[in-house]
């Protein structure tokens, strides 16, 4: 097996610490357990395929990623996120493309990674990836406006914001005033325990507190219904070329997204625990895997969950046992209080992700980036309100694009050119010399308005082209700059190039700029020779003047 292949695959290292560390990550793996519960069962409701799908995901992925994946406290599994790509594809192909688009987007996930593709959130710029959690967070919060209001999904599912206009219209507050009541129970319990005992799982208690107050008081609200006892026997779905084809797109989507939120998540968890780095390839092949083995139990595509990766971190997680043991904790609760969960109610999950929702969005990040500049704020306006309106995946590729515009933009202004004395003490004939000094960058979108005022020059017999500042240069500007120095020769003038960087002198050969010189010799590495060579020639060529 080649070293490149066994990086990444499991090894002792993973549990190196496991001897000293085993207490405290089996306490953190039992309370990312409870705080991950409710997150599960709303997740898989909210996303169209049911709270049983929630848990297997949960359970299953969670063990599997954090086996094979590349953080040490990543804690994987169901998503509002992947809940916001999902919901539209189990709308349109029903329940029953579940496994399959699982199982396709769990191979792409797998062959990212061993592609190496770990390192591409790095390629993802910063308002891009705030515009996107906004974006995100109004979705969740959106989805959740029928069960808040008692109501069932309608067929406006594949856009939140048609299903929460449509819901608000079909309700009324007679109707929907027990389920309105639930929400905001739910919600002050979770925002009152999160201000005063911010490590006491306020999720929990609010399903509790309103699970018991619906028992007794015979409320007919929407619940979760009766849960399996245990996993599901796993099974291969019967795949046709029909479904490949119809469900490849969204296949790609659901990848790309659990790769793109999974590498965010585990490079979030490294900056604020010390447990050591990353593998982003490694991590890309867990999840993927992860993914797979969800879809064989008939659960979701998963990816890893900040929130839950946060709290294992804040628990004082050290190796992937913490992860491991969260998976095993929901396993436990599952089988021995399925009937108890059962009778949760579908509004109390919608509360816990509005809640959720509302305190995903990182304000202060968000005014970060909003004060910065208005190119930024742009970027990030435009990829939330394409994230909300659009798609996920479209919103980070123009978010990205609109990064670039601008970055190409403030790229090529710092491009220029800037007409020099000559050093040194004055010569006879130093008009006849004219010395240009290039900065920046000369690539496609700044060479040619650089270069302009060079051709424009009149009036010398030599132009000397001070290069060493030129710090980027591609194709397209040493094409114009081969054009120049032709130009220049044709009218008759002598061009002579100093201090061109390494990097770019074998491009500017290739291209033609070293060809059109008149003379090979006319290529310098310092200023002084190149200045003192430019006069000997204005001397040989002007004799009447001596």
């Known amino acids: 097996m080649s070293a490149q292949l066994r990086s990444l695959l499991p090894g002792r290292s993973d549990y190196a610490d496991l001897r000293h560390t085993w207490r405290i990550d089996a306490l953190a793996g039992l309370t990312v357990g409870v705080v991950a519960l409710p997150l599960a069962l709303a997740f898989g409701v909210s996303s169209g395929v049911g709270a049983e799908a929630g848990i297997v995901t949960a359970i299953v992925a969670g063990v599997v990623a954090a086996i094979f994946g590349g953080s040490n406290v990543q804690v994987s599994g169901p998503t509002g996120a992947m809940v916001v790509v999902l919901a539209p594809v189990v709308a349109a192909h029903g329940t029953g493309a579940l496994a399959t688009v699982t199982l396709m987007a769990g191979v792409i996930v797998v062959a990212a990674g061993v592609l190496r593709l770990g390192s591409i959130v790095g390629a993802i710029p910063w308002p891009v990836i705030e515009g996107f959690t906004v974006g995100i967070a109004v979705i969740i919060f959106l989805q959740q406006v029928p069960a808040a209001l008692g109501l069932p999904a309608t067929s406006h599912q594949t856009n939140a914001a048609l299903a929460a206009i449509d819901a608000v219209r079909r309700s009324s507050l007679t109707s929907a005033w027990p389920t309105l009541l639930i929400v905001a129970v739910v919600a002050s319990i979770m925002l009152g325990v999160r201000r005063f005992g911010p490590k006491i799982p306020g999720s929990m208690i609010a399903i509790v507190v309103v699970t018991a107050g619906v028992a007794i008081t015979g409320a007919a609200v929407p619940v979760i219904g009766e849960l399996p006892k245990g996993l599901p026997i796993p099974s291969f779905p019967a795949i046709t070329p029909h479904a490949l084809a119809a ?51 008939g659960g979701m595509p998963a990816t890893g969950a900040i929130a ?233 060529s002007s004799p009447s003047r001596s």
């Open 247 to 297: 469900l490849a797109a969204p296949a790609l989507t659901i990848a790309a997204l659990a790769g793109i939120e999974s590498l965010l998540s585990a490079r979030v968890a490294s900056l604020h625990s010390d447990t050591g780095r990353y593998d982003g390839d490694r991590e890309l092949v867990g999840q993927g895997l992860a993914s797979i083995a969800s879809g064989l139990f």
């Open 308 to 540: 839950r990766t946060a709290v294992n971190v804040r628990s004082g997680a050290r190796t992937r046992l913490a992860a491991i043991m969260h998976a095993l904790t929901l396993l436990v609760i599952v089988t021995v209080a399925g009937v108890l969960v059962a009778n949760v109610p579908l509004a109390a999950l919608a509360g816990i992700l509005m809640v959720t929702a509302a305190t995903m969005v990182p304000r202060r990040s968000v005014m970060t980036v909003i004060r910065t500049s208005r190119q930024n704020a742009l970027v990030f306006a435009v990829t939330a309100g394409v994230t909300v309106a659009v798609d996920l995946i479209y919103a980070v590729i123009i978010g990205v694009l609109v990064a670039a515009v601008f970055a190409l933009r403030t790229l090529a202004r710092s491009a220029g050119v800037h007409r020099e004395e000559l050093p040194g003490p004055p010569a006879p004939w130093d008009e006849s010399i004219a010395l240009f000094r290039i900065d920046g960058a000369l690539f496609f979108g700044a060479a040619e308005r650089v270069l302009d005022r060079v051709a424009a020059t009149e009036g010398v017999s030599v132009v000397i082209l001070r290069m060493s500042q030129v710090q980027l240069m591609d194709s397209t500007g040493a094409q114009v700059l081969a054009e120049l120095v032709a130009g220049l020769e044709r009218r008759g003038v002598t061009v002579i190039v100093k201090g061109i960087q390494p990097q770019h002198l074998e491009l500017a050969t290739r291209v033609g700029v070293l060809a059109a010189l008149r003379d090979e010799r006319h290529l310098f590495d310092a200023l002084e020779p190149a200045v003192e060579h430019a006069r000997s020639h204005v001397r040989r």
